[in-house]
């Protein structure tokens, strides 16, 4: 089936570590997005890509990275700068990127639980 | 002012109810509107999308946007217990680059009691 794959579903993070959060997705989408979601704070964006080997920074990029070296692939690190983590990271693509089709809205996977031991 | 208001709820119902979500925002440039609904622990779904002024319907769903308002609604006819679940509107000013961003509300929390 066509979709974006979040893994893990549940992730556990020291003090002091970095984490890596993937997101894949079988779309063909071009760009793609991760966003914090906190209760009673919606959706935030963190990082978008519109096209392989590029991204830019969202609203709260700080204490995140990201890389995009394949179309299908856009992995989250969450660095220990990031001194809030705990939230749900949600990922989405969407098709057309800086040349294509525009007009499409934008599809998530189930997310990942980011927790702090 | 936040770009977009969405009372949070939560709005609890009977089933077979019809429901009316609503969201406002400030920035006139929004062009297209999206509702997605989201169950607990899992990502949101697109439910509609539309672009221009008016009603749009899809079965139990209609969106209707007014941009003269600034103001756009989503209502559920007939709702179900499997209605259940948070619903999010978003809207982005056009495509290219970070005008293709979504902005959300932070969500209604929709309960139908059967």
């Known amino acids: 089936d066509g979709g974006i794959t979040q893994s893990p579903k549940y992730l556990f993070r020291k003090e002091g570590q970095n984490v890596t959060l993937s997101c894949e997705q079988n779309l063909n989408h071009d760009a793609m997005y991760w966003y914090r979601q906190d209760p009673g704070q919606g959706l935030r964006l963190i990082y978008y890509s519109q096209i392989v080997n590029d991204f830019q920074k969202g609203d709260i990029a700080e204490g995140y990275s990201v890389s995009r070296e394949k179309k299908e692939s856009f992995p989250l690190t969450v660095t220990s700068a990031q001194k809030n983590p705990t939230a749900f990271y949600l990922c989405?693509?969407?098709?057309?990127?800086?040349?294509?089709?525009?007009?499409?809205?934008?599809?998530f996977g189930d997310g990942t639980r980011l927790s702090i031991l | 002012q936040k770009e977009v208001e969405q009372d949070p709820g939560p709005l609890s119902v009977p089933e077979g109810a019809i429901v009316s979500l609503n969201c406002t925002y400030s920035n006139s440039a929004f062009q297209y509107f999206m509702w997605y609904r989201q169950y607990s622990r899992k990502g949101p779904e697109l439910l509609m999308y539309?672009?221009?002024?008016g009603n749009k319907e899809d079965g139990r769903f209609t969106a209707q946007v007014d941009k003269s308002s600034k103001y756009i609604s989503l209502f559920i006819r007939d709702s179900q217990p499997s209605d259940s679940a948070t619903y999010l509107c978003a809207m982005r000013r056009g495509y290219g680059g970070s005008q293709g961003n979504l902005i959300f509300g932070k969500g209604t929390k929709l309960s139908v009691k059967p």
């Open positions: 989405a693509s969407r098709n057309g990127g800086r040349q294509g089709e525009f007009n499409q809205p934008q599809h």
């Open positions: 539309t672009y221009s002024s």
